[in-house]
């Protein structure tokens, strides 16, 4: 992916450098007393000054561009380049996304980066992958749970929404319980079932558990089919008791589930015998996701959180591109988690450039799309907000954009335009967007 540098400012302000000298200076002193800096205080620091350099350019740029200086060329590229999207849910002409061609047939790994909460990300997402199949790709990776992932498969190819049901993301307030990933899930069997049964899409989870209850139900089931009873009846045991919480008994304080212990123990007990263990490998996985979850929950801080995850991310894509060989079955559509895979660092990296860079097997073969909104309302997460364009573009040439196109593609590989943190090749500019209608507590009436 190429970029190019923004321009900078020679006085960079006070701010910035002045914290950037107390965090050395305190890093100076620590050292001096014979004491070392917690990581997570350090991650944290380095998180905000790259966050406040970046909410700076921001400004600068937008400051350039109301006095009418354009010195990286960004209005004039987008006024020459862009091209209106004529539908968000054409299944059949893609007129429109031929654009995209040379980077998708470029590619291995094509990475379609969303702006969580509106209406359209599903819509959308379903046009590019029934386009990209055209192109030879037959994955679809998901930022949701690892742990549903055959429940997913499952329901594609079954069309049995008992499926769907039994997962536990339409019990929880957040972007997946909403009527429009209903809608999705219904809108992709339907299409999926018309495909050649030997180019149909299969799903990847690629997340941790948010919600946990698939998962455990999955590991107790692979536990109860080792071979060795006694020994798949004493894990059993060991993960009931690891995934309760537990009251000491000098005290009234609950103690938090302990699933590292039985990682350890699971791992000390099976290294040998693995060969004889049905699934082995996913069964393994399983339980690190579930532990890395609740590991991840008790970080003090979101940096540690944030790096736990996307740890377990990558061990996840690693696990799912051994079990599917997509290299020789066919290319990969992610969709979602945009600034993942680096939010950890200074300076963070979205999905895409991660998989493009640290990841043996994509190096070099990743291309992107981000959707990103100009306009409109969200839901996300019980949150309800309604933006308008300069809001929503976060100081990337926000008073223009209002003259785009409702729906607006730009081809982007030659000249990078900047995001706060984020660069991907193409982009889709959505105007008036609509927000997700989430569930009521309870999740679907899957009887309507």
């Known amino acids: 992916m190429r970029r190019f540098a923004t321009a900078r400012s020679s006085a960079r302000g006070p701010g910035i450098a002045g914290r950037g000298a107390v965090c050395l200076a305190l890093v100076a002193l620590l050292s001096l007393a014979g004491c070392s800096a917690p990581r997570d205080w350090l991650d944290q620091a380095e998180q905000a000054l790259a966050k406040q350099q970046a909410e700076t350019e921001g400004r600068l740029r937008d400051l350039r561009l109301q006095l009418g200086l354009d010195p990286e060329g960004s209005m004039a590229f987008i006024e020459a380049n862009q091209r209106p999207l004529v539908s968000l849910g054409d299944l059949e002409d893609f007129g429109d996304l031929e654009p995209l061609h040379g980077l998708a047939t470029q590619a291995d790994v094509f990475m379609l980066g969303e702006s969580h909460g509106i209406a359209e990300n599903p819509q ?27 429940a997913l498969n499952e329901y594609l190819r079954t069309g049995d929404e008992e499926h769907l049901r039994k997962l536990d993301m339409w019990l929880v307030s957040w972007g997946l319980n909403t009527e429009e990933q209903l809608a999705f899930w219904r809108a992709l069997q339907a299409w999926n079932r018309t495909l050649p049964e030997d180019e149909r899409i299969t799903v990847w989870g690629t997340d941790i558990a948010y919600a946990p209850l698939q ?26 008791r690891a995934t309760q919480k537990r009251r000491p008994v000098s005290g009234l304080t609950q103690k938090p589930p302990d699933l590292e212990t039985f990682e350890e123990t699971f791992l000390a007990k099976t290294s040998t015998i693995k060969d004889t263990i049905p699934d082995y490998d996913k069964l393994a996985m399983t339980i690190r996701v579930l532990k ?10 979101v940096i540690g959180q944030m790096a736990t995850r996307e740890e377990t991310r990558m061990a996840v894509w690693r696990y799912l591109w051994d079990r599917y060989h997509p290299e020789r079955t066919g290319k990969v559509l992610v969709y979602g988690g945009a600034v993942h895979a680096g939010f950890a660092s200074a300076k963070p990296r979205n999905l895409a450039i991660v998989l493009n860079e640290d ?43 209002k003259n785009l196109p409702l729906r607006t593609l730009i081809l982007d590989t030659d000249h990078e335009l900047r995001f706060v943190g984020r660069s991907f090749d193409a982009y889709v500019f959505l105007q008036q967007c609509t927000p997700q209608h989430p569930f009521p507590p309870g999740g679907p009436d899957w009887d309507r």
């Open 124 to 150: 959308l997402v379903l046009r590019v992958l029934a386009y990209l199949h055209r192109l030879g790709y037959r994955y679809l990776a998901l930022e949701t749970d690892f742990t549903y992932t055959d």
């Open 292 to 301: 890395e979850t609740e590991t991840s929950n008790r970080k003090e801080t």
């Open 215 to 240: 998962g455990r139900a999955q590991v107790q089931a692979m536990l109860r089919a080792i071979p060795d009873q006694a020994l798949a009846k004493e894990l059993e045991d060991l993960f009931w």
């Open 359 to 401: 990841f043996a097997q994509t190096k070099g073969k990743v291309r992107s799309l981000a959707i990103w909104p100009v306009s409109g309302s969200f839901y996300y997460a019980g949150l309800h907000e309604v933006k308008d364009e300069r809001a929503f573009t976060r100081g990337l040439i926000p008073e223009r954009f």
